[in-house]
């Protein structure tokens, strides 16, 4: 699977896209396929503050819960409530699922990885 070049990457398998001041925020498809099938996403509301490698919610699958970390601190304004009723949706395609869109914090790529840095983590991380 291909990782999207103009995303930003983190060790706990969260992908942050950023444009300006915004940020678009979801998971890996190697998370997804990690957990297998998606049930429930927990998100934060529109307004709410996430701080960077900071918890702001939970994906739970039919195998377990597991804690979403923010890529980056700002403010949640918009949360995608599609995945309230059709988590499977971050199953079917990861890399365009969004989770949150935040209003960045200024500056917020330091300790991102790009998307070959991320392969080469994944694949250390597997062995693979």
């Known amino acids: 699977m291909a ?7 983190t060790k706990e398998h969260e992908w942050i ?3 300006g001041a915004k940020g678009t925020v979801g998971i ?18 529109v ?18 819960v597991s804690d ?5 601190s700002g403010t949640v304004t918009a949360v995608n409530e599609e995945l309230a009723n059709a988590p499977e949706k971050i199953n079917a395609d990861a890399n365009k699922t969004w989770m949150l869109k935040l209003d960045l914090d200024g500056a917020q790529s330091d300790g991102l990885l790009s998307a070959a840095d991320y392969e080469k983590f994944i694949s250390e991380e597997t062995g693979h």
Not at 28 to 45: C, E, R
Not at 68 to 72: F, I, Q, R, S
Request: net charge negative; charged share 25%.
């Open 3 to 9: 990782y999207p070049a103009s995303y930003k990457y």
């Open 17 to 19: 896209e950023v444009d």
């Open 28 to 45: 890996t498809d190697y998370a997804q396929n990690s957990l297998g099938d998606i049930v429930f996403v927990d998100l934060p509301k």
């Open 47 to 64: 307004g709410d503050k996430v701080e960077a490698g900071k918890i702001f919610g939970s994906v739970e699958s039919v195998k377990a």
């Open 68 to 72: 979403l970390y923010a890529p980056a």
